[in-house]
T-cell receptor, first 113, second 112 residues
């Protein structure tokens, strides 16, 4: 298994541009999450999904959109990039049952200028 | 929103020393987790705690789930240079969403 994969690793955007951060997992996990990590801070939840076709807002959803058409993929969309969205973005997944916790991808570093 | 207060913010220690860090919350969590993040990487789970009062070890790491369910600590014994990184505590809500609330992190530097 590749685990949780994220692309791209790094991206520079101009203000107002849009982009999609890709996240995929091959562990057949139902639950998936998007976090952002600002310098010197912990991770804050943007959106999450408990299964294909179901998404919900986390703590900091403004400026982002998500979709979950398949179990494997959970893309995060920025429609109008703003400097405040400069951050490192982490995707995570976990199975629904038992006491398993979240497995994280390697992150996407985004710079908005 | 819910917050976790993690301390200390950073530590600079000598190789071989023991390290202790902790997290407190105003909310009750069902699960406490400790993650380590290396530069340029995602967080990796170190220890998961599922019951109040639980004390769990993973090699040189020991963590406890506070009896009030509002706090947790992590100890690292006999630190080595590869312990360098950022350590995060996280509390998992008991609402079947698996959502995590993270502390601000403790940056650990180990001097050989």
């Amino acid at each position: 298994n590749a685990g949780v994969t994220q692309t791209p690793k790094f991206r520079i955007l101009k203000i107002g541009q849009s982009m999609t951060l890709q996240c995929a997992q091959d562990m057949n996990h139902n639950y998936m999450y998007w976090y952002r990590q600002d310098p010197g801070m912990g991770l804050k939840l943007i959106y999450y999904s408990v299964g294909a076709g179901i998404t919900d807002k986390g703590e900091v959803p403004n400026g982002y959109n998500v979709s979950r058409s398949t179990t494997e993929d959970f893309p995060l969309r920025l429609e109008l990039a703003a400097p405040s969205q400069t951050s490192v973005y982490f995707c995570a997944s976990r199975p629904p049952q038992g006491q398993e916790t979240q497995y994280f991808g390697p992150g996407t570093r985004l710079l908005v200028l | 929103g819910q917050q976790l207060n993690q301390s200390p913010q950073s530590m600079f220690i000598q190789e071989g020393e023991d390290v202790s860090m902790n997290c407190t919350s105003s909310s009750i969590f069902n699960t406490w987790l400790w993650y380590k993040q290396d530069p340029g990487e995602g967080p990796v789970l170190l220890i998961a705690l599922y019951k109040a009062g639980e004390l769990t070890s993973n090699g040189r790491l020991t963590a406890q789930f506070g009896i009030t369910r509002k706090d947790s600590f992590l100890n690292i014994s006999a630190s080595i240079p590869s312990d360098v990184g950022i350590y995060f505590c996280a509390g998992q809500l008991g609402d079947n969403t698996g959502k995590l609330i993270f502390g601000q992190g403790t940056t650990l530097q180990v001097k050989p």
